[in-house]
Nanobody, 116 residues
Framework: QVQLVESGGGLVQAGGSLRLSCAAS????????MGWYRQAPGKQRELVAV???????NYADSVRGRFTISRDNAKNTVFLQMNSLKPEDTAVYYC??????????WGPGTQVTVSS
């Protein structure tokens, strides 16, 4: 059983920054995908930013240029640097990772609240 543990959420004013971390209990060197999704109240869960196995990254249009995903393979950790936060970024942020032959896993989520 793989565990993903998110941290770094909190309350911040609009225009501020937060850095989320997602630590995996196994190596992320061979992930198929790993990244961040979010779910706001009353809305569907949506992709925010993700690494793909070829090394490419994908960002939601709404966060491109403000958020940056990065990884530290030695620490089995993926980060999400969120700058210029907006009230509409308020959501529970979930880490997701997929390994071939191992499966897909979600973290429990971390709340991000941006006040106006």
């Amino acid at each position: 059983q793989v565990q993903l543990v998110e941290s770094g959420g909190g309350l911040v004013q609009a225009g501020g920054s937060l850095r989320l971390s997602c630590a995996a209990s196994r190596s992320i060197f061979d992930i198929v995908t790993m990244g961040w999704y979010r779910q706001a109240p009353g809305k569907q869960r949506e992709l925010v930013a993700v690494f793909r196995s070829a090394g490419s990254t994908n960002y939601a249009d709404s966060v491109r240029g403000r958020f940056t995903i990065s990884r530290d393979n030695a620490k089995n950790t993926v980060f999400l640097q969120m700058n210029s936060l907006k009230p509409e970024d308020t959501a529970v942020y979930y880490c997701n990772a997929v390994w071939i032959f191992v499966g897909a896993y979600w973290g429990p989520g971390t709340q991000v609240t941006v006040s106006s």
